[in-house]
């Protein structure tokens, strides 16, 4: 995790290692050189047991090549840098076939004068967010350049243009200048990302006054709960101090492609449809219909004697018996009920964690899902803290996952503790939180 403030940005990083390959297999950089300010992010699929990761190759050609050539145009630079490295990891796996067929997966943000540039590769994506909205500006399976003066319609290749297969290769890089104002931000991701989080938890978090670099760890955290054994990683720039008037970029149109609409489980018209026209086919049946009738008659029937007959009769004391036996049979019934309900739930045990070097409550929370307050009120952990209540390097801390939203560690109450119900910032956090949890659920 990096996180560093610049005269007119500040930008964070988060990677979240993929935890089926054990291995981190995306890499992130940030430096200053004369072409600029330059993001990267690259992701390799392959070749773990590699001396040398093919995200890493990627992200040092396309250093190397900035760092040592100036171009005056920062588009071609964007470009020509992508170009460089491709060529280089291309006849880099000729000469060694252990990187053949690796999927290289690439994007670069150069920021100069407070204009940025940009282009992507693989499965690589960049998004810029106006305040309002999340718009795709690169993909890397998009190719070619938009026409000066046009507004970008483009069409996706029919797989992704990974880095290194093929020596001929257009990546996409935007012509026109992006210029950003004040609170505008540029997320950068090593797979499309708007397809594993949704839009609205993207632009909760993002309008959040939270730190850069909380609201990166927010994001990849909500990201790998759709998969939780796929990694990712983040990048985010978050602009300030800038002497803008005026706003200008172009999101990236994707001609014919729409994603797939999202049915609900248990819902299928056909098949609601198909059941409803049999129920009519019975319902036409002769038998079927004298048993109907039957059964109309008989409740008209109960309902004739229960209104007129049964209640015109006075109480007796015996029947106000019989009620409340009913009532109270059915009272122990709903405790028994409860008791049955509740034992049947599992209180997971606290979790005994070191406190690392750096740590800080945002990466715990990340970690184990449990908001500062839980851990900072915990019993034991009376004393364990700083006088700032920050958690002290060496020390143990009794996490309670009970009070966890992951599914992971706290199966039965997790969805009591995401961040819809807990707030963002945990700011809903407390005790009376606590107390409602429990008279509901203990």
């Known amino acids: 995790m990096a996180n560093r403030k610049l005269k007119n940005f500040e930008y964070a990083n988060h990677i979240v290692i993929d935890k089926s390959r ?72 000729r000469k060694n076939p252990d990187y053949n067929h690796l999927q290289v997966s690439c994007a670069i943000l150069l920021i100069r004068d407070n204009r940025a540039y940009y282009s992507a590769m693989g499965d690589a994506g960049i998004y810029f967010f106006n305040g309002r909205k999340l718009n795709l500006i690169a ?34 890089v935007n012509v026109h200048a992006l210029v950003p104002m004040v609170d505008d931000m540029i ?9 594993r989080v949704s839009e609205k938890y993207i632009h909760k978090i993002l309008t959040d006054p939270m730190p850069v670099q909380t609201k990166v760890y927010r994001l990849a955290d909500m990201a790998t709960r759709t998969d939780e054994d796929k990694g990712t990683g983040l990048q985010l720039i978050s602009f300030y101090n800038l002497e803008h008037s005026q706003r200008e970029f172009t999101p990236l149109k994707l001609k014919g492609v729409k994603k797939p609409a999202k049915e609900k489980s248990g819902k299928k018209p056909e098949s609601t449809s ?18 109907l009738i039957v059964l109309a008659a008989l409740i008209i029937g109960f309902m004739f004697w229960d209104m007129f007959i049964r209640d015109s009769r006075p109480a007796s004391s015996s029947r106000k018996t019989r009620t409340e036996a009913v009532t109270e ?16 739930h599992v209180v997971p045990e606290d979790q005994i964690y070191r406190v690392q070097q750096g740590d800080n ?82």
Not at 274 to 291: A, G, H, Q, T, Y
Not at 329 to 344: D, F, I, S
């Open 274 to 291: 198909s059941s409803l026209e049999n129920i009519k086919e019975k319902m036409e049946e002769p038998l079927v219909r004298v048993v």
């Open 361 to 442: 409550w945002s990466r715990i929370y990340t970690r184990f899902g449990v908001c500062s307050w839980f851990i900072k009120n915990h019993p034991p952990n009376a004393g364990k803290l700083d006088t700032a209540e920050n958690p002290v390097a060496g020390t143990q801390l009794h996490i309670p996952v009970l009070y966890s939203a992951k599914k992971e560690l706290n199966p039965d109450f997790y969805q009591e503790f995401s961040l819809e119900k807990t707030g963002t910032r945990c700011e809903n956090a407390g005790e009376g939180f606590l107390e409602v949890f429990r008279e509901a659920h203990l």
């Open 139 to 172: 993909r890397g399976d998009v190719t070619g350049h938009s026409p000066e003066g046009e507004a970008i319609v483009a069409l996706p290749s029919e797989s992704p243009s990974y880095m290194g297969l093929s020596r001929d290769v257009a990546p996409y």
């Open 22 to 93: 054990n291995t981190q297999t995306t890499e992130t950089l940030f430096f200053e050189c004369t072409n600029g300010a330059v993001f990267v992010i690259c992701k390799g699929s392959g070749g773990d047991n590699l001396p040398l990761k093919s995200s890493q190759l990627a992200g040092e050609r396309i250093q190397y090549y900035l760092e040592n050539e100036f171009v005056d145009n920062p588009a071609n630079a964007v470009y020509n840098a992508l170009i460089y490295a491709n060529g280089f990891i291309f006849e880099y796996a």
């Open 329 to 344: 049979n059915r009272m122990a019934g709903e405790v028994a009920e409860e008791e049955l309900t509740a034992a049947e």
């Open 187 to 195: 997320l950068m991701s090593d797979e499309v990302f708007d397809d």
